[in-house]
């Protein structure tokens, strides 16, 4: 089983639409959570953290359900400038100490 | 805000020859960095953790022989691909964690990558 698993999409949506993305983790005993945006042959950028009150950032949600290991992500008024891959990040302890886990990142195109 | 830096953003080699690749942390000291590596249309995986002034730690099957890992500063650490073959060929990408983040700290800052094509 994956450490963390995603729904690759790809997610085809209008402009102005909503859409969202969810994320299960494996490892109860993960630290930290968070979104992390990644444009075509670049590196991944953070988007926001993830925390168990829930948070949010201008068009953007996001959620944490420790008990279900789920995050999710929630972007409103979608523009044409968020069409990029989304990827689920998980900050675990493993024999190397803490490292980013990603999941394989879900694929958002937003179309006029 | 923080910066790292990845040298060479694009490399191609010919297969049997090794490949260097440079992380740089700009302005803050990185007593850990990490080597991802990500094949097209997958996740990026953790090859490597390193940190300062030791033995670089390899996630299960990567070969530390062929992925050679230097944390000789809190600066800089290497990934060099020995004896390189084509199916090597992938986006290496490095990140770094401030050395005042503590070892759970959660602020990552990661480079650019690198683009290594072996023909």
């Known amino acids: 089983r994956k450490e963390v698993e995603q729904d690759p999409g790809p997610f085809n949506v209008p402009e102005g639409a909503t859409v969202a993305f969810n994320c299960t983790y494996s490892n109860s005993a993960s630290q930290s959570f968070f979104w992390y945006r990644q444009d075509c042959r670049k590196e991944p950028k953070l988007l926001m953290s993830?925390?168990?009150s829930g948070n949010e950032d201008g068009r953007f949600t996001a959620q944490l359900n420790r008990a279900s290991q789920y995050i999710s992500l929630l972007i409103r008024d979608s523009k044409l400038s968020d069409s990029a891959t989304y990827l689920c990040?998980?900050?675990?302890?493993?024999?190397?100490?803490?490292?980013?886990?990603f999941g394989k990142g879900t694929s958002l195109l937003v179309t006029p | 805000g923080a910066v790292v830096s990845q040298h060479p953003s694009w490399v191609i080699c010919k297969s049997g020859t090794s490949v260097k690749i440079e992380c740089r942390s700009l302005d803050f000291q990185a007593t850990t960095m990490f080597w991802y590596r990500q094949f097209p249309k997958q996740s990026l995986m953790l090859m490597a953790t390193?940190?300062?002034?030791?033995?670089?730690?390899?996630e299960q099957g990567v070969e530390k022989d062929k992925f050679l890992i230097n944390h000789a500063s809190l600066t800089l650490s290497t990934l060099t691909v020995t004896s390189a073959h084509p199916e090597d060929s992938s986006f290496y990408i490095c990140?770094?964690?401030?050395?005042?983040?503590?070892?759970?700290?959660?602020?990552?800052?990661f480079g650019e990558g690198s683009w290594l094509t072996v023909v």
């Open positions: 990040v998980v900050n675990m302890y493993s024999n190397s100490g803490y490292a980013l886990n």
């Open positions: 990140s770094a964690r401030n050395r005042g983040q503590g070892a759970a700290g959660n602020t990552i800052y």
């Open positions: 390193s940190n300062e002034g030791s033995k670089a730690t390899y």
């Open positions: 993830v925390y168990s």
